[in-house]
C-alpha cells in the first residue's frame, strides 16, 4: 500500500500491512536492546485504521492547524506510533532504527517537541486524556472541526486523573473529543483483573457521561464504522473500548503478562523475536552495522 | 484603575481582564479557587468564554492547559502555592515543562502569607521546586504595578513560567511605569558594606531593614530578584565583589530557594560569605505572619543584625 491514504479499503492489503508494521515494530525494539512491544502490537489496526482511513492529516505539514490530533496517552507504545508516521510520510523510514539510540528523534515515549507527527507529549501515565481535553476544548474556541482522538491504556485507567479529565470532558460537553482504550486486559503486573480490576468499564464510562463503544480493536471493519459512529456523537465524548490482545501476531509475547516490556540482550534473540512474527519482509531501511 | 490601593489578587484579576482583551488566547484557569484568586466574580463574569474552571482537580487543570497551550492558547492557572507547585509537579514536568508548553502558572498565598490553612496548605518549596526544572521561569512580583509588568510578560513570551502571587495589598515599592527583564535583578538601594539578596513578599520587610541599618551608618545594598530563574548572577557577583557579604531573606525553606542560588552562584564565581535567611527546613502551621516571622528568624530586626554582623565580620 503506498504512503498516500488509501481510497479503497482492501482488507488482505490492510492485513498486509499490519503484518509488516509488526514486523518492523518488532525489528526496531529488537534492534533498541528493548522496549514495550506488548502494547505497541495491540494498538496496529487501531492506529493504521486512524491514520489511513480516519483522520484529516497532511504528512506534510505535520502542524497544519485543521488537521485531526491524536494523544498517544500510553506513550511507552511509542513504536507503533512511528512505524505509522513513518508509512505516511511524516519522516523517513531511515529514522525507524534510531528507536531509543543516542540523539534519536524517537525516543521510546512519544515527544511532541522531537517527532514530526507527534502532537502530545506522553509517558507519565494518567496525563494524556487531560492534554486532550485542553486540545479539544481549544479547536472549539477556535471554532475549528477538527476531531480530536486520545489513546489510553487500560492500566492507565489505575490513575485517578483518567477520571478527573472524563468529568471534565463531559462536564464541558466535547462531542469533538473521541477517546480509545486499549482494553488489552494487561498491564506490567499482571492482568488487570488480578491488579486492578476495571470492570464494569463500559459501566463506569456511562456513568461518567460519555457515550460508549464496546468492541474488537483488531477488526477492521468495526473500527472504522465505530470510529465513525464515535466521531458522529453530538453533546458529549466518546470512549471506544477496543478489546485488543496484548502482543498480538508475535508469537513470543501474544497475549503474555510478560511482553509489556521485553529484554533482547542478543542477535539470536533478537531474531527469535522477527521468526515469532511468522512472516518476514524486508526492512526499509539500513542498519549503520 | 488604583492598583496602588488594590489586593495583589484583584490586580491579577483585573489585568487578567486586559490581557484577554488585548489577545482573546489568554485563558484565566481556576481549580475551584477562583475567589481566592481575585477572578471570581472579575473574570468570569467579564470575560466568561475565557473562564474555565476545572474543579478540585490541579492536575487536571495543568495537562488541560498544556493541551491548550499546544493549540496556541495562553493559559494562566491560578491554586495555592501547595497545589499549584508540589501537588502537581509531575503534570508540570511533563505535560507543560518538558513538552515546552507555554503555560503560566500561578502560586497564590506563598510561603507564610497562608496563615490561618496551616501547615497542610503552607508551602515554602514552590521556588526551589520549580527552580531545579528545566525550561522553566520562576518569577515572584514584589508589589502590584510589578505584578503588572511580570503578567504582561508572561501574556507574550512564548515560555513555561511559575509565579507566586500574594494575594493581600502590600507597599507600594516600584515605579507604576516599571518595565520587568527577566534577566536582569533590581536594584533597590545601593550600598557598600553588605548585600541583601530577597525577592516578593519580603522585599518590603529588607528595605525596612535597610533602612534600620542606615541609621547605624551601615550601607546596605539590597538586589531584589523578581525572576528568581534566570537569575542574574552578574549582578550578585558585582555586588558581592563591593561589599564582601550577603544576606539572602526569602518566605521560603531556606534550602534550594533563593538562598540556593545565591550560595550557588558565589561559590562558583565569587566565594563570598552568606547568611541565609527564611524557613530553616521547618512545615508550616496555622498561625500570623508576625508569629512565624518571629519564630523561624527572618523579621526585620533579624534582617539587621544578619546584615550587620556579617558587615563588621569582613
Known amino acids: 500500500m503506498s504512503a498516500s491514504a488509501a481510497t479503497a479499503f482492501v482488507k488482505e492489503d490492510y492485513d498486509e500491512l499490519a503484518r509488516k508494521l509488526r514486523f518492523i515494530i518488532t525489528d526496531i525494539i529488537c534492534g533498541a536492546g528493548s522496549g514495550h512491544i506488548g502494547g505497541a502490537l495491540s494498538l496496529v489496526e487501531i492506529l493504521i485504521t486512524l491514520y489511513f482511513r480516519i483522520m484529516s492529516v497532511r504528512p506534510e505539514e505535520p502542524r497544519w492547524s485543521d488537521r485531526d490530533r491524536l494523544v498517544l496517552s500510553k506513550g511507552h507504545a511509542g513504536p507503533v506510533l512511528y512505524v505509522t508516521l513513518a508509512e505516511k510520510g511524516y519522516f523517513p523510514r531511515e529514522w525507524l532504527p534510531t528507536l531509543n539510540q543516542d540523539g534519536t528523534r524517537l525516543p521510546s515515549h512519544v515527544d511532541q517537541v522531537q517527532t514530526p507527527g507527534v502532537d502530545m507529549t506522553a509517558g507519565s501515565l494518567g496525563q494524556g486524556l487531560s492534554c486532550a481535553c485542553g486540545i479539544a476544548l481549544a479547536s472549539r474556541l477556535n471554532k475549528r472541526n477538527n476531531r480530536v482522538f486520545c489513546i489510553i491504556g487500560d492500566g492507565e485507567s489505575d490513575e485517578g486523573q483518567v477520571w478527573e479529565a472524563a468529568m471534565f470532558a463531559s462536564h464541558y460537553k466535547l462531542d469533538n473529543l473521541v477517546a480509545i482504550c486499549d482494553y488489552n486486559r494487561m498491564q506490567i503486573d499482571g492482568t488487570t483483573d488480578q491488579i486492578m480490576d476495571l470492570e464494569p468499564l463500559a459501566d463506569k464510562w456511562k456513568a461518567f457521561g460519555w457515550e460508549v463503544f464496546d468492541i474488537d480493536g483488531h477488526d477492521w471493519d468495526i473500527l472504522f464504522s465505530t470510529i465513525n459512529k464515535a466521531v458522529a456523537v453530538k453533546g458529549k465524548p466518546a470512549m471506544i473500548i477496543a478489546r485488543t490482545v496484548k502482543g498480538k501476531g508475535n508469537a513470543l509475547v501474544e497475549a503474555k503478562v510478560g511482553s509489556h516490556n521485553i529484554k533482547v540482550p542478543d542477535k539470536k534473540s533478537w531474531d527469535e523475536y522477527l521468526d515469532a512474527c511468522g512472516c518476514r519482509y524486508d526492512l526499509p531501511y539500513c542498519r549503520g552495522e | ?314
Not at chain 2, 15 to 33: F, R
Not at chain 2, 56 to 68: D, F, K
Not at chain 2, 70 to 89: I, L
Open chain 2, 1 to 314: 484603575m488604583d492598583y496602588k490601593n488594590m489586593e495583589m489578587r484583584m490586580v491579577y484579576a483585573h489585568t487578567l481582564n486586559e490581557l484577554i482583551e488585548e489577545n482573546p488566547n489568554v485563558l484565566c484557569l481556576e481549580a475551584d479557587l477562583a475567589k481566592a484568586s481575585g477572578t471570581n466574580p472579575v473574570v468570569m463574569e467579564k470575560h466568561p468564554d475565557n473562564f474555565i474552571d476545572i474543579g478540585v482537580a490541579e492536575a487536571n487543570m495543568i495537562s488541560i492547559a498544556a493541551g491548550l497551550a499546544n493549540e496556541g492558547k495562553v493559559p494562566f492557572c491560578a491554586s495555592f502555592t501547595c497545589f499549584a507547585s508540589r501537588r502537581v509537579y509531575d503534570q508540570v514536568t511533563i505535560s507543560v515543562a518538558y513538552a515546552n508548553n507555554n503555560v503560566k502558572i500561578v502560586g497564590t498565598a506563598p510561603g507564610i502569607t497562608q496563615g490561618p490553612n496551616g501547615g497542610t496548605h503552607m508551602d515554602f518549596l514552590d521556588l526551589a521546586i520549580m527552580r531545579a526544572m528545566p525550561n522553566m521561569h520562576v518569577y515572584s512580583p514584589c508589589d502590584q504595578f510589578e505584578l503588572r509588568a511580570v503578567m504582561r510578560h508572561m501574556a507574550v513570551t512564548k515560555q513555561p513560567t511559575y509565579m507566586q502571587l500574594v494575594r493581600s495589598k502590600v507597599p507600594v515599592l516600584r515605579e507604576e511605569s516599571c518595565a520587568f527583564d527577566p534577566l536582569k535583578a533590581v536594584r533597590l538601594r545601593e550600598g557598600n558594606d553588605v548585600t541583601i539578596v530577597t525577592t516578593g513578599y519580603m522585599v518590603q520587610f529588607v528595605m525596612k531593614a535597610s533602612d534600620e541599618l542606615a541609621k547605624e551608618g551601615l550601607g546596605a545594598e539590597v538586589l531584589h530578584y523578581p525572576s528568581v530563574k534566570p537569575f542574574d548572577g552578574d549582578a550578585l557577583v558585582e555586588s558581592a565583589k563591593k561589599t564582601g557579604a550577603v544576606v539572602s531573606v526569602e518566605n521560603q525553606n531556606i534550602l534550594g530557594g533563593l538562598g540556593g542560588v545565591v550560595c550557588e552562584t558565589l561559590s562558583e564565581r565569587r566565594p563570598t560569605r552568606v547568611k541565609r535567611l527564611g524557613v530553616p527546613d521547618r512545615f508550616g502551621e496555622v498561625a500570623t505572619e508576625k508569629y512565624l516571622l518571629d519564630k523561624h528568624g527572618f523579621n526585620v530586626s533579624h534582617i539587621v543584625d544578619a546584615a550587620r554582623a556579617l558587615a563588621r565580620s569582613r
